[in-house]
């Protein structure tokens, strides 16, 4: 029976977005899925830009407790945001924040090709940060990409960002939900450091809570 405390709205909108090779596709499917299996009705639409030469990628997705919705969340109706790359982040908060959403942005940019070339600038991290905090009703900037390198894989940084979810969602994204779908997905080398990584990512969210 799904308990009314999981889903505080219907549909819940929750919107993952960064840059091709971030596993922003990985962790949509595993949040769906997770959810999926507590009874949850889960619609899931992707949109990509030039993904291979790290192109932005946005997963919508619509969860709900009895029926399906259009894939794609309208403009301003996201409760949730999750982004594994800053300016992704803003720049979904911009088409897609409202006074009530949350968001969770991992600290570390990715440029693109023109400020490579020196051809556009990428804003500061302090002005991500105070443009999300407008765009948001709570905002939580997260240095995922460095606590992942530390384990050895700048991609755990979405695993990272999970566990930072699991922490200040109302959806039922537990620890042992993670598990199941862990030994379901991955390897068995790989499951001691994806725990690792989830278990930081909760840690990184508490730490945060903490200061502010």
């Excluded at 819940?12 to 499917?29: A, K």
């Excluded at 109706?77 to 409202?98: K, S």
């Excluded at 939900?177 to 991955?186: D, K, Q, R």
Aim: aromatic share 6%.
């Amino acid at each position: 029976m799904i308990m009314s405390e999981m889903l505080p709205k219907d549909p819940y909108n929750l919107i993952i977005t960064g840059v091709g090779g971030q596993g922003n596709v990985l962790l949509s499917r595993m949040v769906g899925v997770m959810l999926a299996r507590k009874g949850l009705e889960v619609t899931i639409g992707e949109s990509f830009g030039a993904a291979q030469r790290g192109g932005s990628v946005m997963s919508h997705l619509r969860i709900s407790r009895s029926g399906t919705w259009s894939p794609l969340i309208p403009r301003g109706r996201a409760d949730a945001v999750i982004a594994l790359e800053p300016a992704e982040g803003l720049r979904v908060l911009a088409l897609y924040g409202n006074p009530r959403v949350q968001a969770l942005l991992n600290t570390r940019p990715i440029y693109p090709i023109g400020v490579t070339a020196g051809e556009a600038a990428y804003p500061s991290l302090e002005s991500i940060r105070r443009a999300a905090e407008g765009l948001s009703e709570r905002c939580w900037l997260l240095p995922a990409t460095e606590e992942a390198q530390k384990l050895g894989s700048p991609i755990l940084g979405n695993i990272i960002m999970l566990g930072a979810f699991s922490r200040v969602s109302p959806l039922s994204l537990d620890r042992e939900a993670f598990e199941e779908i862990l030994w379901e997905m991955f390897p068995e080398d790989k499951w001691k450091v994806n725990l690792q990584a989830y278990s930081i990512g909760e840690s990184l969210i508490s730490a945060e809570n903490a200061r502010s």
